[in-house]
């Protein structure tokens, strides 16, 4: 029977290790430094792969919504957006205790990627289109089967985007609106709406008790639409 010899054993580990050193020109000293950095860098080399994973993923939601390419840079370097008035608005609604925030502004203004960088940066959100908010509504009150992702009023971060969009005869996604509205401002939980509508145009289109509701809990900030101006 073979008995294992524990100082034999570390005596070969280090004459192994001393050999790839003098191998590499580095004393044992330097090359126990040169293993650690090797092992930070790669931790760190697979930390950044991660997170730009978990980016992407969050980014999915918002395809279709803005060009790829642009998506694409606020998943990989988003610091330009920071100088944007939409931005701003953001940041100012991030450090309030308002729940809601209703980003008004035209093609051009920036309000979707800003609130795209904000959600990607959150990690855990749900973005819906307000045209089809009715069917997710539907999907959440029922047990049918559908492959209609629900509606998650206790998720974070709710983002209902292009406000305005659905039909004025939709009594499903006006239903939802109101249900969104009511809860959310209950829970005090974060929800961004984004529209093209002015604040004015929203008044004259939706009920008086969801606009109550608005006037209560929700930031309404409106970002002019000149493609993105710089807030400084």
Not at 39 to 48: D, L, S, T
Not at 166 to 189: C, G, H, N, P, Y
Not at 211 to 226: D, E, G, T
Request: hydrophobic residues 40%.
């Amino acid at each position: 029977m073979t008995t294992f010899n524990m100082d034999y054993f570390l005596a070969e580990l280090k004459a192994q290790r001393d050999a790839k050193a003098a191998a590499l020109g580095l004393t044992p000293d330097q090359y126990s430094a040169k293993l650690e950095a090797d092992a930070h860098e790669e931790n760190r080399q697979r930390e950044a792969r991660d997170r730009y994973d978990r980016r992407l993923s969050g980014a999915a939601h918002f395809r279709g919504r803005m060009p790829d390419d642009l998506l694409e840079s606020i998943v990989r370097d988003s610091s330009w957006v920071l100088d944007t008035k939409a931005w701003e608005a953001v940041c100012k609604w991030k450090a309030s205790d308002k729940p809601m925030l209703v980003l008004c502004g035209g093609t051009g203004s920036g309000k979707t990627v800003a609130v795209a960088r904000h959600a990607i940066d959150e990690g855990a959100f749900q973005s819906l289109r307000a045209i089809r908010v009715g069917a997710h509504y539907e999907q959440w009150t029922s047990d049918r089967d559908s492959k209609v992702e629900p509606l998650n009023l206790r998720t974070r971060l709710l983002i209902i985007d292009d406000l305005g969009q659905e039909a004025q005869e939709d009594r499903r996604s006006f239903a939802a609106l109101e249900e969104i509205v009511d809860s959310r401002q209950s829970m005090k939980t974060r929800t961004i709406f984004t529209t093209n509508l002015t604040p004015e145009q929203i008044k004259a289109r939706y009920p008086e008790r969801m606009l109550s509701r608005l006037a209560q809990c929700a930031m309404v900030v409106s970002i002019p639409a000149n493609d993105m101006r710089r807030s400084k």
